[in-house]
């Protein structure tokens, strides 16, 4: 069973943007902070950004600052991930995922809530 929908993924060009969304289904997620991950073919699953139930942002690495960005609409249970100035490593499947409490975690075991993941292949 998967709590969380994601979608917007797709084929895009280096440099180009994608909006990927993140639908809960049953769970109260306004109370809840919600984590992007995600994972290339052959790695490990990775922590991308987080955000917290009170909007409070956390990234998990200096190569998505200033291109990636995280939101929360708590009315529609909705999370999106922007992302701008999109590179051929930013390839991947993109999970939604959540520790089930207000705190944000970086480390997928940490993690009591997913997705199934959303793909996103950069390339010209």
């Known amino acids: 069973q998967f709590e969380f929908v994601e979608s917007g993924g797709g084929l895009v060009q280096p440099g180009g943007s994608l909006r990927l969304s993140c639908a809960a289904t049953?769970?109260?997620?306004?109370?809840?902070?919600i984590a992007w991950f995600r994972q290339a073919s052959g790695k490990e699953r990775e922590g991308v950004l987080c955000i917290t139930s009170g909007g409070e942002r956390l990234i998990y690495k200096d190569s998505y600052k200033g291109r990636f960005t995280i939101s929360r609409d708590n009315a529609n249970k909705l999370v999106a991930l922007q992302m701008n100035s999109l590179k051929n490593e930013d390839s991947a499947i993109y999970y939604c995922?959540?520790?089930?409490?207000?705190?944000?975690?970086?480390?997928?075991?940490?993690?009591?809530?997913w997705g199934k993941g959303t793909l996103v292949t950069v390339s010209s």
């Open positions: 995922a959540s520790t089930g409490s207000f705190w944000c975690s970086g480390q997928s075991r940490d993690m009591r809530y």
């Open positions: 049953e769970l109260p997620t306004d109370a809840y902070a």
